[in-house]
T-cell receptor, first 114, second 116 residues
Framework: AQSVTQLDSQVPVFEEAPVELRCNYSSSVSVYLFWYVQYPNQGLQLLLKYLSGSTLVESINGFEAEFNKSQTSFHLRKPSVHISDTAEYFCAVTPNTGFQKLVFGTGTRLLVSP | EPEVTQTPSHQVTQMGQEVILRCVPISNHLYFYWYRQILGQKVEFLVSFYNNEISEKSEIFDDQFSVERPDGSNFTLKIRSTKLEDSAMYFC??????????????FGPGTRLTVL
């Protein structure tokens, strides 16, 4: 079985400051890793994913995440946040075999203020 | 851009009533999922569906729940006799076959179910 831990339930940050949202996982098998974003009153949108290859993955809007197998982490970072980044961010894992149900963390609410 | 759609966006029902939540997955997708998110909690897997049968279900998905793909386009979740604790946001998701190289599940906007 897999599990995901997002230790920070809420992260307040000022606009243009850097941010890191932490994600740790546990699994007895190899996994794929995802970050999903949920804007207010909307569904889940994929932000970025790690399947294989380079451990650093990037999104089109400036977020990046690094897969660290030894630390079983997949932290999300952005060097300079915008007000529009205010949202709930969910880390998720899935085994890399089978029908790939997603196991989500509890989410981190990113609050960006001016 | 193709997207997963869900109807209704909000459903209010009385305890003990049956509800059907509807989803239209992306047309060339073959794997379908239902998840739920109780207010303030994490998103939880309910069931996955492939080739017209359930491929995996969680312990949440008991005999009160059922899924169906009645007409090749819709994917429904039925709760036979709703309980107060069924109040949640229900998300549908779909995915292409793994051998097409994509492993992303595309999510719908959700249906907020309120059981009174």
């Amino acid at each position: 079985a897999q599990s995901v831990t997002q230790l920070d339930s809420q992260v307040p940050v000022f606009e243009e400051a850097p941010v890191e949202l932490r994600c740790n996982y546990s699994s007895s098998v190899s996994v794929y890793l995802f970050w999903y974003v949920q804007y207010p009153n909307q569904g889940l949108q994929l932000l970025l994913k790690y399947l294989s290859g380079s451990t650093l993955v990037e999104s089109i809007n400036g977020f990046e995440a690094e897969f660290n197998k030894s630390q079983t982490s997949f932290h999300l970072r952005k060097p300079s946040v915008h007000i529009s980044d205010t949202a709930e961010y969910f880390c998720a894992v899935t085994p890399n075999t089978g029908f790939q149900k997603l196991v989500f963390g509890t989410g981190t609410r990113l609050l960006v203020s001016p | 851009e193709p997207e997963v759609t869900q109807t209704p966006s909000h459903q209010v029902t009385q305890m003990g009533q049956e509800v059907i939540l509807r989803c239209v997955p992306i047309s060339n997708h073959l794997y379908f999922y239902w998840y739920r998110q109780i207010l303030g909690q994490k998103v939880e897997f309910l069931v996955s569906f492939y080739n017209n049968e359930i491929s995996e279900k969680s312990e949440i998905f008991d005999d009160q729940f059922s899924v169906e793909r009645p007409d090749g386009s819709n994917f429904t979740l039925k709760i036979r006799s709703t309980k107060l604790e069924d109040s949640a946001m229900y998300f549908c998701a779909s995915r292409t076959p793994r051998d097409r190289g994509l492993n992303e599940q595309f999510f719908g906007p959700g249906t907020r179910l309120t059981v009174l």
